[in-house]
């Protein structure tokens, strides 16, 4: 029998409270990530941002898949742009730690996942772009989530393609992104909304690397969880 593969999920290193403590360093992610991989039979294991890419050779040497999860806006930078006036917040040892991630995976040829940001890292670290700031482009915020939480968004998928086996043909997902892929060499569009807006996208052949910019983890479905595990479990089952 194969045991559950095990799943590596970026996470932040920031200041946070807790108790009497204030401001200390801490690596978070909210736990949504780690149960969804769970829930679809891997086993997560967090990923602090570390400074060199032998830790992340290390890193995804004893690992079956990977999640590059959501978070803060990437440094435009890492694509060749100044920053828009809306993007005054970004992490370089996060930005530093997922390109490095993504390299060796794509040297191992690990199943990889991206959410939100994570999808836009993928991009990014292919050699493409984002649109900084998307109201700019589509006229209105309503991707940016409410000041309570998740706005929803109707997305249409593909009919061919790995995530169409994942997910239904069309849905309403949860989402909260003022930013969204523009140029993703590597990759093609597989879902899209009314917008325009790049929904999901895979690479070719048969390797699992999908990324999508809504946030199943907050959701019911589990496409595309399942789809990452069942894709690390094949590959640790090939392992010598």
């Known amino acids: ?18 108790g009497a403590w204030r401001g200390i360093p801490a690596d978070l992610l909210p736990a949504d990530y780690a149960i969804s991989i769970d829930k679809a039979g891997g086993v997560p294991v967090l ?9 992340a050779r290390v890193a995804l040497s004893r690992l079956d898949g990977l999640l590059i999860a959501g978070g803060a806006d990437i440094n435009p930078a890492r694509y060749g742009q100044a920053p828009d006036a809306h993007v005054t917040t970004w992490y370089d040892d996060r930005d530093a730690w997922e390109i490095q991630l993504l390299a060796e995976a794509d040297r191992e040829r ?3 996942l991206g959410i939100c940001r994570g999808m836009q890292m993928m991009a990014v670290a292919a050699g493409g772009t984002l649109v900084q700031h998307l109201p700019d482009v589509v006229g209105h915020a309503a991707h940016a989530g409410t000041a309570v939480g998740y706005s929803s968004t109707e997305v249409t998928v593909d009919g061919e393609g790995r995530i169409a ?6 849905l309403t997902v949860p989402s909260h992104h003022h930013q969204a892929v523009a140029e993703h060499p590597g990759y093609r569009v597989v879902a899209h909304d009314a917008d325009g807006v790049v929904q999901a996208m895979e690479a070719d052949g048969a390797r699992f690397a999908v990324g999508v910019q809504w946030h199943p983890e907050t959701d019911d479905d589990s496409g595309v969880f399942d789809g990452l595990v069942a894709a690390a479990r094949e590959r640790a089952a090939r392992r010598p």
């Open 1 to 18: 029998m194969i045991s559950a593969p095990v799943i590596g999920i970026t996470m932040y290193r920031q200041p946070a409270d807790w």
């Open 47 to 55: 990923l602090p941002p570390l400074a060199s890419p032998e830790a």
């Open 165 to 170: 086996s994942l997910i239904a043909e069309r």
């Open 110 to 112: 690990l199943p990889v």
